[in-house]
């Protein structure tokens, strides 16, 4: 049976993966895991790092004895998970990212960090701040997890990707849905 990885995104956790998880079980053997500072898991002393989240995956695999797996990463879970294809290519056999964002510039991640602010998500989204309240309850709570900058363990483009020799279905980028989005709120009414 063919092991596949579940990456959750930002600010995300395994358990919103579970769904999926069960879906998927009775054709791949399924491991939803947790990236360090994400819902159960302590947030790092300093900041997040891409390498950090990669050597996550790499000691999840070597946890669950895994020589090579699929991984399918929801945004920036399909971000580490095209940097570990990039860079340790034998241990990933294929990927499929959903709304992961790919083209970043110091303009893309201050208008993503501009989005991430406690106060204003507690504001305007209560339920979704008390989700987040539940959700990183161990790893020392979400504003600390937002304090941290998710957003900045992502490098600017140009990116290594290029290197990725594995079938990779990336779907609905967030490059795309945010020319989309920009296009639908530009139209005259």
């Known amino acids: 049976m063919i092991s596949l990885l579940l990456l959750h995104g930002a600010l995300g956790d395994r358990a919103q993966l579970s769904?999926?998880?069960?879906?998927?079980?009775?054709?791949?053997?399924?491991?939803?895991?947790?990236?360090?500072?994400?819902?159960?898991?302590?947030?790092?002393?300093?900041?997040?790092?891409?390498?950090?989240?990669r050597d996550n995956?790499?000691?999840?695999?070597?946890?669950?004895g895994m020589e090579r797996a699929a991984i399918f990463g929801y945004s920036m879970g399909g971000y580490v998970a095209l940097s570990l294809a990039?860079?340790?290519?034998?241990?990933v056999s294929a990927i499929v990212t959903l709304g992961t964002k790919l083209a970043w510039s110091p303009e893309a991640a201050a208008r993503e960090t501009s989005r991430l602010d406690p106060v204003a998500i507690r504001a305007k989204v209560p339920?979704?701040?008390?989700?987040?309240?539940?959700?990183?309850?161990?790893?020392?709570?979400?504003?600390?997890?937002?304090?941290?900058?998710?957003?900045?363990?992502?490098?600017?483009?140009p990116h290594p990707f290029e290197q990725v020799r594995v079938p990779l279905v990336a779907a609905l980028t967030r490059d795309f849905l945010d020319v989309a989005l920009s296009t639908q709120t530009s139209k005259p009414a």
Do not use: N, Q
């Not at 769904?19 to 900041?47: F, K, M, N, S």
């Not at 000691?59 to 669950?64: C, D, G, I, N, Q």
């Not at 990039?86 to 241990?91: I, Q």
């Open 19 to 53: 769904p999926l998880a069960r879906l998927l079980a009775e054709w791949y053997d399924v491991h939803a895991i947790e990236l360090e500072g994400h819902g159960t898991t302590p947030i790092p002393g300093d900041a997040y790092d891409l390498a950090r989240f």
């Open 57 to 64: 995956v790499r000691h999840a695999m070597a946890e669950r």
């Open 86 to 91: 990039a860079e340790s290519p034998d241990l």
């Open 127 to 157: 339920k979704f701040a008390d989700l987040l309240e539940r959700r990183h309850a161990g790893a020392g709570g979400w504003e600390l997890a937002l304090a941290r900058g998710d957003v900045a363990v992502v490098p600017a483009t």
